[in-house]
Nanobody, 126 residues
Framework: QVQLVESGGGSVQSGGSLRLSCAAS????????MGWFRQAPGQEREGVAA???????SYADSVKGRFTISQDNAKNTLYLQMNSLKPEDTAMYYC????????????????????WGQGTQVTVSS
């Protein structure tokens, strides 16, 4: 059973930083993509960043140069380092895994991802 558990969200002032973590378990696929997505109230879920099993990454234009996605395979953990945060980054952030993925696309498409975590809230105040 695939399980994804996010942590690291919180409240921060504009210009600040946060690092999100996603602990993954329950799958042994050698080829996959993992991604971070976000959803603000009243808006659709959007892709933020993704990484595949080879380490290739993709980012939404809105976060390029500010966010960095990475993974620690030994710890089965996905990270999202978020710098220079803006009020418009405020949203619930989710991690997800696509076990059929062979290459990341930019921005990652939520419809392609099979398994999701419960989310962690990020709030950026001006």
């Amino acid at each position: 059973q695939v399980q994804l558990v996010e942590s690291g969200g919180g409240s921060v002032q504009s210009g600040g930083s946060l690092r999100l973590s996603c602990a993954a378990s329950g799958y042994t696929h050698s080829s996959y993509c993992m991604g971070w997505f976000r959803q603000a109230p009243g808006q659709e879920r959007e892709g933020v960043a993704a990484i595949d099993s080879d380490g290739s990454t993709s980012y939404a234009d809105s976060v390029k140069g500010r966010f960095t996605i990475s993974q620690d395979n030994a710890k089965n953990t996905l990270y999202l380092q978020m710098n220079s945060l803006k009020p418009e980054d405020t949203a619930m952030y989710y991690c997800a895994v696509d076990l059929l993925c062979t290459i990341v696309v930019a921005p990652p498409d939520p419809l392609s991802y099979n398994y999701w975590g419960q989310g962690t809230q990020v709030t950026v105040s001006s």
